[in-house]
Nanobody
Framework: QVQLVESGGGLVQAGGSLTLSCAAS????????MGWYRQAPGKQRELVAT???????TYADSVKGRFTISEDNAKNTVYLQMNSLKPEDTAVYYC???????????????WGQGTQVTVSS
């Protein structure tokens, strides 16, 4: 089994910064990709950013230029540095990972418990 644990959420003023972290643990053979999603009340969950094992990154247009995703492979941890935060960034942020637990096994998606980010105006 695999577990993802997020931390770093909180309340910040518009224009401020916040950094989220997500650590993966358990039966991990290889992490193919990790990313961040967010969901605001009454809205669908949306992709924020992804980071592949090859080092490529992808960002939603709404956060491009303001957010940065990175990984510490030795710690199986992904980070999301959020700058110039806006009230519309307010949401629960979820960590996601595509993980192969054993050699020859199938790849599976795992989700963290979510961490609340609130940006006040």
């Amino acid at each position: 089994q695999v577990q993802l644990v997020e931390s770093g959420g909180g309340l910040v003023q518009a224009g401020g910064s916040l950094t989220l972290s997500c650590a993966a643990s358990g039966n991990i053979f290889m992490i193919n990709a990790m990313g961040w999603y967010r969901q605001a009340p009454g809205k669908q969950r949306e992709l924020v950013a992804t980071h592949t094992s090859g080092g490529t990154t992808t960002y939603a247009d709404s956060v491009k230029g303001r957010f940065t995703i990175s990984e510490d492979n030795a710690k199986n941890t992904v980070y999301l540095q959020m700058n110039s935060l806006k009230p519309e960034d307010t949401a629960v942020y979820y960590c996601n990972a595509l993980i192969q637990s054993v050699w020859g096994g199938r790849r599976s998606d795992y989700w963290g418990q979510g961490t609340q980010v609130t940006v006040s105006s």
